[in-house]
């Protein structure tokens, strides 16, 4: 059964380190892509980077990099020189390329807090 | 900004009352998916709406209902509110890339209280 799993439900960094946000995820489909978001306390989901189950290179958008490790299902969020404005919620999911409507699954979360 | 706007931004009905909430997607995107997130937890798909069509639908009740229309714009519908309806409803527009991208841009939601 799909599934998303994140057990750190909250992280404090002092500004300026890397961090890294844990996520695995269980599914039967060798198709599948992942996804991390970051909701601030504003409410609304935006989208951060993307992985895809096929792809040969871990994802990188600017600050933020997946760390896929395929065999041990985990997709880990790093952030690097985190700033102020990291602090928020952030969101493990995934899509099964099979699966109905192709709806995304999404973990519980983590709050990050990043500390001056 | 993702230009995916949700109205209103906050609401509160009475148990048993009926509500309706709205999505303008991003312009160009043609799919809509609407999820129901409760205070603390990740959001949960209730259903998709693909060229005016429902094209799935997740553990929701048929009291959770919806529409898209041409311009692609999305209407959620919930009737016979109940007190655990109460929650941050968000909307996501996309543009169909494959079967496994296909990356969704959220509105800031509508927060519904059910008292």
């Known amino acids: 059964a799909q599934k998303i799993t994140q057990t750190q439900p909250g992280m404090f960094v002092q500004e300026k380190e890397a961090v890294t946000l844990d996520c695995t995820y269980d599914t039967s489909d060798p198709s599948y892509g992942l996804f991390w978001y970051k909701q601030p306390s504003s409410g609304e989901m935006i989208f951060l980077i993307y992985?895809?189950?096929?792809?040969?290179q871990n994802a990188t958008e600017g600050r933020y990099s997946l760390n896929f490790q395929k065999a041990r299902k985990s997709a880990n969020l790093v952030i690097s020189a985190s700033q102020l404005g990291d602090s928020a919620m952030y969101f493990c999911?995934?899509?099964?390329?099979?699966?109905?409507?192709?709806?995304?699954?999404f973990g519980s979360g983590t709050r990050l807090s990043i500390r001056p | 900004e993702t230009g995916v706007t949700q109205s209103p931004t906050h609401l509160i009905k009475t148990r048993g009352q009926q509500v309706t909430l709205r999505c303008s997607s991003q312009s160009g995107h043609n799919t809509v998916s609407w999820y129901q997130q409760a205070l603390g937890q990740g959001p949960q798909f209730i259903f998709q709406y693909y060229r005016e069509e429902e094209n799935g639908r997740g553990n929701f009740p048929p009291r959770f209902s919806g529409l898209q229309f041409p311009n692609y714009s999305s209407e959620l519908n919930v009737n016979a509110l109940e007190l655990d309806d109460s929650a941050l409803y968000l909307c996501a527009s996309s543009l169909f890339e494959g079967l496994t991208k296909n990356i969704q841009y959220f509105g800031a939601g509508t927060r519904l209280s059910v008292l």
């Open positions: 992985q895809g189950s096929y792809d040969q």
């Open positions: 999911a995934m899509r099964e390329a099979y699966s109905s409507a192709s709806k995304i699954i």
